[in-house]
């Protein structure tokens, strides 16, 4: 079964510096990734997906991730991060070519504090 | 505009108590799916739904029901058998299998304390 590693728990880093949000799947086969950002009391909201095509995606708030096939993993990353972007993130994955639905499994999230 | 509307947004359970929280889509999606969050420890699938009429656990399906007689509804009832209900639920919604990929579509949440 597919399983999701974010490889931290949480991610401290000061305003307009870089960030690198870590994620890694289990599964070599064929599959469909997401980034999602939780605010305080608030559902999910899609970051990101990559479906297919270039490994590169752009999405919403200056972020960027990047599908590695061979190293099984789909990091995402923002330049200069802001006050704001304060929040939790998953990373989910789906089989393209799942049995029944489109079940998408997600990571544990990672909680990234921008500091003054 | 169309999404997904969870109701309440806070819920209080006495002890030994059913409830049951509210989910509606106006996007026309065939699946939906329950998620139960608890500090530390992610989203947890309780039920999900591919289709009308149909439904099948998640992972931690024990102490909840649901029902999905009409496409666009999903309610989900926390029994007095679960014996932890304080957490905060999140409702999804996706298209079906076969017709193309998106990911899923989240309400806002229901968050549910026992007093």
């Known amino acids: 079964a597919q399983s999701v590693t974010q490889l931290d728990s949480q991610v401290p880093v000061f305003e307009e510096a870089p960030v690198e949000l870590r994620c890694n799947y289990s599964?070599?086969?064929?599959?469909?990734l997401f980034w999602y950002v939780q605010y305080p009391n608030q559902g999910l909201q899609l970051l990101l997906k990559?479906?297919?095509?270039?490994?590169l995606v752009k999405g919403i708030n200056g972020f960027e991730a990047e599908f590695n096939k061979s190293q099984t993993s789909f990091h995402l990353r923002k330049p200069s991060v802001h006050i704001s972007d304060t929040a939790e993130y998953f990373c989910?994955?789906?089989?393209?070519?799942?049995?029944?639905?489109?079940?998408?499994?997600f990571g544990a999230g990672t909680i990234l504090r921008v500091k003054s | 505009d169309g999404g997904i509307t969870q109701s309440p947004k806070y819920l209080f359970r006495k002890e030994g108590q059913n409830v049951t929280l509210s989910c509606e889509q106006n996007?026309?999606?065939?699946?939906m799916y329950w998620y139960r969050q608890d500090p530390g420890q992610g989203l947890r699938l309780i039920y999900y739904?591919?289709?009308?009429?149909?439904?099948q656990k998640g992972d931690i399906a024990e102490g909840y029901s649901v029902s999905r007689e009409k496409k666009e509804s999903f309610p989900l009832t926390v029994t007095s058998a679960q014996k932890n209900p304080t957490a905060f639920y999140l409702c999804?919604?996706?298209?079906?299998?076969?017709?193309?990929?998106?990911?899923?579509?989240f309400g806002s949440g229901t968050r549910l304390t026992v007093v």
């Open positions: 989910a994955v789906s089989d393209q070519f799942q049995e029944y639905g489109n079940k998408l499994v």
């Open positions: 999804a919604s996706s298209i079906g299998p076969g017709q193309g990929y998106g990911g899923y579509t």
């Open positions: 990559y479906l297919s095509g270039s490994t």
């Open positions: 739904s591919q289709i009308v009429n149909d439904f």
């Open positions: 996007l026309n999606h065939d699946a």
């Open positions: 599964s070599s086969v064929s599959v469909y």
